[in-house]
């Protein structure tokens, strides 16, 4: 890509400052830069102490006579732009042009130099349009050759072809609820591997996978945005603002993609290729503030034992070398207070999903259900028991109720129980779910079917005979 070196330094792009000059003045072609050579359209304010000229210009709530600046010449008046966005203190905070400036690409610096909030007071333009009018002109007229920013620098790559599943992928329903975190909250791609090989369709395979979370851990919600199957098809589960589960209690900075694969060796090549190219259009697009040292594999993940996704550390330094040359991410900006790009510090407020649980009391009837697990509460420590298939289905009673300050699992709760004198957790017992089911969603015809499919509602989904089920209070 061919990069023009500006002949004034402004911390907005070149490209971003001739859109400007397009929409402002139409390369100083309107009455005012006639008259001033003003081509950007800027008033007199301080710290301007040069000559002025009254100009009457359409504002947002009418017309009105102000003082624009005058300059001797058309480069005078480039200059000035270029330097104006820094000019004072308070111009380069994030209130006004801070984050114009910290922009990495033309479209976010067009995003920011409009009003970013209606009523905007300290935007460049008041136009509410303003930002795509820039986008468009950038682009109609190529305009990134004479980028300047970094952030461009960094190579493009097409989205590659995915199914969307967003709509049929495990969700929560009604009072649940999943954290959500703004997309540049997102430090890391997380590669995962299934640890299991199942050929076949993907879309199947993905939804069995989501059965077992829900039904084995009471997830709420999956584990991965991407699922990758053994023929590189990729399916698309859940936007990036959402928190999947993935890699526990870092995942509000996490973003996953997992292949179906049980070790190193049996990746299949279409997979490796698929999960490449998803990786580098998430660095390219919608991560763009990641580069290929921002890829981990799910082990080197904090908090985190598994060996997940299969790769040494050597290999997925590689991967991420690799990763980093396609995309020239040299020139990706480093946070300087976190410059290994890792997520270290879970949010304050995240709680990750859990499955409100029904209230048991002292007295209940409790079954233990398909995989209970004794806890030992001194060393905060789920205890396998060898008697699981003898036990398994037996009922027994809750002699004391422990609230648990540091949950373990999903559970805020434990039961002391009569007959086996033990503390099992409460996501353990049937009756603790019992409020808890998968119903089936009346739908008559395959009209309605296909109906649903548009506007699925949180929570439901539609298996492979085309039944609607939703998860919900029963
Ligand atoms: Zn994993």
Redesign the pocket.
Known sequence: MRTTRAKYDSPISVATRLAQLIVESQMFTSELALKSNNGFGIKASAPWTGDSVPHVSGEVGGARESEFRKYPSHEASIKDHAEFFTSTPFRQTDKVYGLAIKATNYKDEAKYLAPKFKGDMYSYAGDPNYATKLIDKVERYNLTQYDTKKGNDTMSFPRPKMTDRRKQALGYPGSGAYAKRSVSAIKNI?W??T?TKHEGNGATIIKNHERYWRNTYGWDIG?YHYYIDRQGNIYWNYDLEIVTY??GRLNPQLM?I?CEASSASNYTSAQVKAREALTLWLMSEPLKHLGGQDMRG??EIPY?S?S??GYSVAELNQYRKDLSAKLKAGSKPVDPNNPQGMATTPFKDYKEPRLPFDELKKGDTVTLDTNWQWADLTKRQLLASPKYKELLGTKDKISEVIKLDKPGNHSKVAYRLEKYNSIILEEYLEESKRSWELKPVEVETPEEVKQKYEELQEGEYIDNDGVVWVWGKK
């Open positions: 997380v995962h591997y640890a584990g993935g890699a996953h997992s799910h082990k985190n598994t997940c996704p």
